[in-house]
């Protein structure tokens, strides 16, 4: 389960990095390096860099590759006693500060057979069983003869196909130096291709044949970034709760003034209504006469022979019913008047037997001064 999750991964990492956005990705890590403090660079090389190892015939040269350059640093004579190699070993890896660096066998690139290969675009998905069918027909070995492994290359805008390079190694020299070197007290987590002093960056070792190097401080840099990240999400997350209770009260009380605001204006239209219900009562009044203007004015202006039994002031309206020796002559006579207008009988006038006066009734208007 591991060896093919392992191998997902690789397939995976190889295509991502021969596509464009794998060279987008390369191109934006360097420069985000380029901006950091010359400290925390080194950090960072320390943390990537590796032992890398090659043996000759006469000597075990030991070396340390960091950003993809490689500088030897000691040489080990193979015939030497393998305590004493073991001690020179270590010492030399102590004076690197490389005891916990993963260590890498470098092959002559004469020793590795590479070749471009183009297979189906469904072969992908298993690609490891896919090779070692393969092996015998697009190399002189058989797959349980060799190491193996690959590198994805772009498929030049052929969907239907994957181009890849593979790398094969013999097994049996790999695994006699590999043997010569736990010896040493050397324990391998890969075997690369030397290639112009430094790897190729592919690993011909089986994930099973791997040793897991463990860097301490890696690790240790690891697990507080780890903390740090999760302090921070913890501080996102408080912010934005935070946030998001100051929004809940901003609303609230934003729609406590709404509601606030709305009466004000209840209140405010309500006054205005008020204010201009009473400046026409105002106006009316000083436009309409009193009743007692009406009733002095009617008195003054009727004839001697003529009374009034009612004297009605109805809004606009005026009615007048009585008594008169005349009836005929009261319309002229109330059109006369400065309050009245628009006078006429209202029915036929008729007469009292008893006085032998004429009965009328006569509506009028009054007259509204124009407004101010």
Known sequence: MAIALNNKIQQWSGRVQSSQAGVFFRWWSAQLKALMPKSWQQRLQYAQRRVTLRQEPDQLRIGIQESGSNQWFGSIPSGSDAVLQRQQIK??????DALEAP????????HVLRKELKLPAAAESNLLQVLAFEMDRQTPFRAADVYYTWKMLDSENDPGQIRLELYVAPRKPIDAI???????GLAVSGVDVFNENAGLGVNLLPPEKRH???????RLNIWLAGVALFLLVLVMAESLSYRAGQLSELEAAIADVQDEAKLVQQLKEQVVETGEAASFLTRRRAATPMAIEVLADVTSILPDDTYLDRLVINGDGVLLQGKSHNAQQLIEVINKSAVLENAEFRGSTRLDAGTGLEIFEVGATLETASAP
């Open 91 to 96: 010492g030399l890896l102590e004076q690197k």
């Open 103 to 110: 260590q890498f066998l470098l092959m002559d690139a004469g």
């Open 178 to 184: 590999l043997e010569s070197l736990a010896a040493r």
């Open 212 to 218: 897991r190097a463990i860097n301490a401080r890696t």
